[in-house]
């Protein structure tokens, strides 16, 4: 148990809309990311961040956003929630002194 | 949850057997390397890591090999049990000097027969 706590763990949305999913750790890690997951993909990393107001793009960053305005909460929102968004998104955190990184649960999304 | 990689190539293996799960990299310049395992409706799981300047390292039931000479890395499973069930992937860490981006594979689906 990694001690992240995600939210929604499923969510069901109409195009067009916004959808904000949280991230939520107890264990005072600086770095967080976001992950979403495909058929046919790896994980491909959306966001991270490596603190409080500090965040940086990963490979599958259009259409979305995040922040982080406290160590323990890194927010996930889709602006604008398109059927392409449908995917099952993962929480990381990962430890300051090593390199691996820790999955939540995941969120599944549905757009329709 | 719905099943992610529903065309995932499947390994077969009889309880009791031992499974080996292989996994092709891409990068010469990736220095670390981890197996994650992932069970259906449920978030990766961290299984064995190992470093570059390693060919071998051995956890509790299971075994990575790493031969970068063909960039290729091994999770080897001893007496595979009914719960070893899984999707197991691999991923790898580019020695880029920042915060660290692991790229991930696809994954291999484990089916265990009784």
């Known amino acids: 148990d990694a001690g992240i706590t995600q939210s929604p763990r499923h969510k069901v949305t109409e195009t067009g809309t916004p959808v904000t999913l949280r991230c939520h750790q107890t264990e005072n890690h600086r770095y967080m990311y976001w992950y979403r997951q495909d058929p046919g993909h790896g994980l491909r990393l959306i966001h991270y961040s490596y603190g409080v107001k500090d965040t940086d793009k990963g490979e599958v960053s259009d259409g979305y956003s995040v922040s982080r305005s406290k160590t323990e909460d890194f927010l996930l929102t889709l602006e604008s929630a398109t059927s392409s968004q449908t995917s099952v998104y993962f929480c990381?955190?990962?430890?300051?002194?090593?390199?691996?990184?820790?999955f939540g649960e995941g969120s599944w999304l549905t757009v329709v | 949850g719905e099943s992610v990689g529903l065309h995932l190539p499947t390994l077969s293996v009889q309880e009791g057997d031992n499974s080996i799960i292989n996994c092709a990299y891409s990068?010469?310049?990736?220095?670390?390397f981890i197996w994650y395992k992932q069970e259906s409706g449920k978030g990766p799981q961290f299984i064995i890591d190992?470093?570059?300047?390693?060919d071998k390292r051995q956890g509790q039931r299971v075994t990575v090999l790493l031969n970068k000479t063909v960039k290729h890395l091994s999770l080897q499973i001893a007496a595979t049990q009914p719960g070893d069930s899984a999707v197991y992937f691999c991923a790898e860490k580019l020695n880029t000097g920042t915060a660290s981006k692991l790229t991930f594979g696809t994954g291999t689906r484990l089916q265990v027969t009784l």
């Open positions: 990068n010469s310049a990736s220095d670390y």
């Open positions: 190992i470093r570059s300047n390693m």
């Open positions: 990381a955190i990962r430890p300051g002194t090593g390199n691996t990184i820790y």
